[in-house]
């Protein structure tokens, strides 16, 4: 993944459509982003799916929606699915006569675990299922999903991480690239997610954010984000060092009072606890099982606590 993917040659012009009845099903999984100091660069897949079946039809775009947010979504072409297909079409220069999407949602939405990275993701692979499977052009490349997803995001952790599944590292140049790597996960390390029910907005969490930062709260990080990747994949017992921060969780505080308590709180028992990309759920990372006490402890603060499996990447069924 070394270079900025572009669109083939006369993709605008959109020569090429898809048949009506071609159809796909996508299941793509949940993701924690920054795992503490990593920033807008670590993210790992999480065992949540969301599935959607795309089917190309004559008519306009249809969406049906079940599960995780269903009411709140829009049901057209306006639907972030729906946005992320066509834009995987336009950019292979392929369009669609007619979309009917049906979204199975797992995913809590607006809680910090990817659930719009996920939406991306899996327009993006419904795309480029449809279009390999008529033969239009080959599938789109894990370097070009990562690319179109990271332009829909603004930064790749999260979809990255649900395109490639496990830990991932991922970097942006400057000039509008996005590239990723998977690392190999250690087998011993799981996942525990604490969702609450309350929601919150990346935008508004982003703008707590302060515009500098003292140097040594930078060399800090730096060090835990290095850190991070060596309690991935060789050595867990560095976890709990590896995921503290001082860039982000910190300034977001008074926006998820609740959040930062349970951070706090996991973190005093000796739990690698942070906050799951930009909250309000919080994620830890260990070896061990976490017990009854940290579950009532949880439900008293208003967290549903779930033990997770580590994420695979995207698949597609068709």
Do not use: K
Not at 206 to 235: C, E, I
Request: charged letters at 15%; glycine letters at 12%; aromatic letters at 4%.
């Amino acid at each position: 993944m070394n270079a900025t993917p572009t669109a083939p040659a006369g993709a605008p012009d959109a020569q090429l459509r898809l048949t009506p009845g071609q159809r796909v099903q996508v299941r793509v999984p949940a993701s924690t982003a920054n795992l503490g100091p990593g920033f807008d660069c670590l993210g790992l897949a999480l065992g949540i799916y969301d599935t959607i079946a795309a089917t190309v039809t004559e008519g306009d775009v249809v969406v049906e929606a079940t599960g995780e947010g269903a009411h709140d979504v829009p049901r057209d072409g306006t639907h972030l699915v729906a946005r992320a297909l066509i834009r995987g079409l336009q950019y292979a220069g392929i369009s669609a006569p007619g979309l009917h999407l049906h979204c199975t949602n797992m995913i809590p939405h607006s809680r910090g675990l990817g659930s719009s990275a996920a939406a991306v993701v899996g327009g993006l692979v419904a795309a480029s299922a449809l279009m390999a499977a008529e033969g239009l052009r080959s599938a789109l490349s894990e370097t070009e999903l990562v690319q179109l997803s990271g332009e829909f995001e603004g930064h790749p952790d999260n979809a990255a991480a649900s395109v490639l599944g496990g830990p991932v590292v991922t970097w942006m140049d400057g000039e509008g690239g996005y590239f990723a790597r998977r690392v190999h996960l250690h087998p011993a390390i799981t996942a525990t997610a604490f969702v609450p029910q309350t929601e919150s907005s990346t935008a508004v969490t982003r703008g707590l954010l302060p515009h500098d930062v003292p140097r040594a709260d930078a060399v800090f990080n730096l060090s835990r984000s290095a850190l991070a990747v060596v309690a991935l994949t060789s050595d867990p017992s560095c976890l709990f060092d590896a995921t503290a921060d001082r860039l982000h969780q910190d300034y977001r505080a008074p926006a998820m009072p609740q959040t930062h308590a349970l951070v706090t709180e996991l973190r005093s028992g000796g739990h690698a606890a942070t906050v799951s990309g930009a909250g309000p759920s919080v994620v830890v990372l260990g070896t061990e099982p976490l017990g009854q006490a940290e579950a009532e402890s949880a439900a008293a603060a208003g967290f549903t606590m779930t033990p997770l499996a580590i994420g695979e990447g995207v698949t597609v069924h068709t």
